[in-house]
């Protein structure tokens, strides 16, 4: 095994430093909870009797108070295929607790939005606030005072993110990430890819695209591209807050319903009362922070996590920024390519080693610090092991010495990229985030004249009507968390990329967030400032010249100094009604920026 690289650790130590004051903060709090905040032996008798009331057979082991039990947070809903296999899994972790003495109970259920069903609809206006709401629900369900440890079960885009936030204050107790899995692989994802962008041209029909669609999500689980879901699935394992080898088991197989066992039977031994315990705001401290980011960069992962990551940070007391990431990303290889920077999808990527022979093969090159507590061994190398069955007995087996597959999983000696393919950009026109590792070289520098939008569905339309065939950086604005929740732009991406297959220098500009699909089309997205309040965004007008390079990291619009600072800002569209926007703009209104993580709930609460 080599030493941890040099970069690897001065941008933990300018972590650690940079968060001395607020990480000792945090510390203190959780200390403290553990020693007289509110659990069961606290509480008075008839809170506790309200408490396991309704609790069946296991009244008596709560009522005595001898036992651990356990808090089951849930992100279930049948309508969203990844959470969907989550229905039956409190009955079934009941019955796990019971084997090893211990209990159980569903300490409240959490929403779980689906970014595939409101995708370039209203409702996505909504998405990453749900992440927030993710996070307020998970400590109303944990504020009882009544569990020793938690099961959080959630898999997708703000909902991992959300359950740790939440989670991580009361970072006292021990608790462990459940996932459900992905689905089966469908349709190719190339297939899909085209299908998509041939209905962009018009030359197919809504059939044949619904066809498309439904043959590539077509059952339980999560959808098989590399997306925040499983990016979200990656990052708990490189954190060790999975069982090993948790992730990418499908649903309803025999095996994920044993790691699923083995996990509640290991957060029963890793309680207060125990001689294991390892609460959950010592795992998540900042060697494991930069271990999600390696691991984000290594595996190509999704560029949401640039703004959640920092929020998850924050709930820990830890600083993170983008320029972490851009230092870490410049000496992280590209280990994987996994859809849409591959032709495999996820069941591919684990068949092909996974992330046992991700983590293993990042320790043996000096890429992530072994050396942190997770919620089941000794270091992270216990992590980078594969659940099997053998005559119906789990087992973990070491990780491969070697891919199955070097098409779509390499070790970092022969990666595919030299470098984690996710760069920070900046300039006179701010801050973004710029994913290269699905976008051709040849493209990493677009200057062009830009086509100014304040709404996505008028990028749509200038499209079809042909005005967009040329050389443009199409710039969309009012996009931030302050301006409309900052949704996802996806559906632009065919759209831009038959502009660019056209033979168009084409790139994209907004204050707002892709997909964790992003695409082959260059963009500098998650903008800071955004154009709402000020950001130099809102002075930007058709025809000035942009210049956007990964290269040499610039974000610029080409104009006169003079000039520019004449400008008055655009004005902004009125807040959006319906679907219930309206709802919440409390946290539009407070959010702060991307980098910080673009949560209104964090900057309220000074952390």
């Known amino acids: 095994m080599s030493a941890l690289h040099p970069e690897i650790a001065a941008v933990t130590a300018r972590i650690v430093e940079r968060s001395a004051r607020t990480r000792k903060a945090y510390l203190d709090l959780i200390a403290g909870e553990k020693e007289s905040g509110v659990h069961r032996p606290m509480l008075n008798c008839g809170n506790l009797a309200h408490g396991f009331a309704a609790s069946g057979e296991d009244k008596a082991v709560i009522k005595s108070g001898r036992a651990m039990n356990m808090a089951i947070v849930t992100a279930y809903n049948d309508m969203l295929s990844a959470h969907q296999p989550y229905g039956r899994y409190p009955e079934q972790m009941k019955l796990f ?3 090893v003495g211990a209990t159980a109970q569903v300490a409240g259920g959490v929403p779980a939005m689906c970014d595939g069903v409101t995708q370039g609809q209203r409702g996505m206006e909504l998405s990453l606030f749900s992440r927030d709401t993710i996070a307020l629900s998970t400590a109303v369900a944990l504020s009882h005072g009544m569990f020793d440890g938690a099961a959080l079960l959630g898999i997708c885009d703000k909902i991992v993110p959300g359950l740790l936030i939440g989670a991580l204050r009361f970072g006292h107790l021990p608790m462990i990430l459940i996932p459900a899995g992905p689905m089966p692989s469908g349709l190719a994802n190339k297939e899909k890819q085209r299908i998509r962008q041939l209905y962009a041209e018009g030359k197919v029909g809504r059939d044949e695209l619904l066809e498309s669609e439904s043959a590539s999500y077509h059952g339980a689980g999560t959808c098989t591209f590399y997306g925040t879901a499983n990016s979200n ?23 994920r319903q044993a790691v699923t066992r083995a996990a509640v039977h290991r957060l029963s031994e890793i309680g207060a009362n125990g001689n294991d315990y390892r609460p959950l705001g010592h795992c ?7 271990n999600a980011v390696v691991g984000l960069l290594a595996t190509g992962g999704s560029t949401n996590h640039a703004i959640h990551l920092p929020a998850i940070a924050r709930a820990a007391g830890i600083v993170l920024d983008w320029a972490d990431f851009d230092r870490l990303s410049a000496v992280v290889p590209q280990v994987a ?3 849409p920077n591959g032709s495999g999808d996820v069941n591919h990527f684990h068949a092909a080693g996974g992330m046992s022979y991700v983590i293993a093969s990042l320790i043996d090159a000096g890429l992530l610090h072994d050396d942190i507590l997770t ?4 270091r992270l190398r216990d992590h980078a092991r594969d659940p099997k069955l053998i005559d119906d007995a789990l087992v ?3 990780a491969p010495e070697r891919s199955h597959d070097e098409s779509i999983l390499r070790g970092p000696a022969n990666a595919f990229q030299p470098d984690g393919g996710m760069r920070l950009v900046k300039g006179n026109l701010g801050r973004a985030t710029f994913k290269t590792s699905a976008v051709d070289p040849a493209r990493w520098t677009v200057q062009a004249p830009a086509r100014v939008f304040d709404d996505q569905d008028d ?4 499209f079809k009507a042909g005005e967009l065939e040329r050389d443009v950086v199409v710039v969309v604005r009012f996009q931030g968390p302050r301006a409309n929740g900052m949704p996802e732009l996806h559906k632009l991406t065919p759209q831009l990329g038959v502009l660019q297959d056209r033979g168009f220098r084409v790139a994209l500009v907004t204050d707002g967030r892709m997909s964790g699909a992003s695409g082959k089309v260059p963009a500098a997205i998650h903008l800071s400032p955004e154009a709402l309040g000020g950001g130099p965004l809102a002075k930007l007008r058709d025809g000035d010249v942009v210049r956007l ?3 040499d990291g610039t974000l610029e619009a080409l104009v006169d100094a003079a000039e520019w600072a004449r400008r008055d800002e655009a004005t902004a569209p009125p807040p959006a009604f319906g679907t219930g926007r309206e709802l919440f703009a409390f946290m539009r209104h407070g959010a702060d920026g991307a980098e910080q993580g673009a949560s209104a709930m964090l900057a309220a609460a000074g952390l």
């Open 97 to 99: 607790a019971r084997e």
């Open 233 to 255: 699935q990656m990052m708990m394992d490189v954190m060790g807050l999975h069982m090993p080898g948790a992730s990418f088991i499908n649903p309803g197989t025999k095996l």
């Open 284 to 290: 998540v401290d900042e060697k494991a922070i930069v």
């Open 337 to 339: 390519k996994v859809y």
């Open 375 to 378: 919620v089941a061994g000794t």
């Open 396 to 398: 973990f087996e070491d």
């Open 459 to 462: 990028v749509m339309a200038a």
């Open 549 to 551: 390079s990964a290269e």
